[in-house]
Structure formats: structure tokens, C-alpha cells
Nanobody, 123 residues
Framework: VQLQASGGGLVQAGGSLRLSCAASRRTSSNNGMGWFRQGPEKEREFVAG????????NYADSVKGRFTISRERGASTVYLQMTNLKPEDTAVYYC?????????????????WGKGTQVTVSS
């Protein structure tokens, strides 16, 4: 299984980026998907999750109101629209495929992981 994340880059505080992650259709179209991130000298943390149909989402408190996760029903590509970015959002962002169809927020509930894309927010 391969997950390819893209869309990262360097942006000024207050700016926006849109991340994309494409996964193998056979393995991800009926599964929840999510985004995690790992900042410098920090542990990996949950950012956002979405169920298989795209009807349910959840977010870390730190990104609520600024980030939006989305996918088309049963599609194998997930997006993360990030707005009003802050320097503390700087991290490597990873997409992942969940073990089940529901949205989940713990790393152990995800079975496949992408390599990550770097997001750097300058002040």
C-alpha cells in the first residue's frame, strides 16, 4: 500500500496551504483516513480524521476552525485545507488509512502511513 502526500511548503503566518493524499483505492475507499503531524522535537500528534463517506470529521483542538479535512464519498484521496497558519503548525504532516470505516483519532487505529510532507510557517 502506498500513500502519496503532497502540497506542503513554506508559507508566512496567516497564509494557507492545501495538502492532498492519494492512497490505493482497494485498501482505502472503505476506510477512514486522517492526518497527523510531528513538529521539531515533538511527538506525532493527531490533526484531523474523516470517515469513509466523508460525512463525519473530527479535529484536534489546536486546529479547529482553521483546518478542514475532506474527501469524496468512498474516494481514496483525502485533503487537508489549512488556513490562518501559525508558526506552531510547522511540522511534517502524515496521512494515514484507518483500520475501520469510522473516523478515529489515535495512531494505533491507523494501519497504513504515508511518508509525510513538510509544512513550514514563518513568523
Amino acid at each position: 500500500v502506498q500513500l502519496q502526500a503532497s502540497g506542503g511548503g513554506l508559507v508566512q503566518a496567516g497564509g494557507s496551504l492545501r495538502l492532498s493524499c492519494a492512497a490505493s483505492r482497494r485498501t482505502s475507499s472503505n476506510n477512514g483516513m486522517g492526518w497527523f503531524r510531528q513538529g521539531p522535537e515533538k511527538e506525532r500528534e493527531f490533526v484531523a480524521g474523516i470517515n469513509w463517506s466523508g460525512s463525519d470529521t473530527n479535529y484536534a483542538d489546536s486546529v479547529k476552525g482553521r483546518f478542514t479535512i475532506s474527501r469524496e464519498r468512498g474516494a481514496s484521496t483525502v485533503y487537508l485545507q489549512m488556513t490562518n497558519l501559525k508558526p506552531e503548525d510547522t511540522a511534517v504532516y502524515y496521512c494515514a488509512v484507518a483500520r475501520r470505516a469510522f473516523m478515529v483519532s489515535t495512531a494505533r487505529e491507523y494501519q497504513y502511513w504515508g511518508k509525510g510532507t513538510q509544512v513550514t510557517v514563518s513568523s
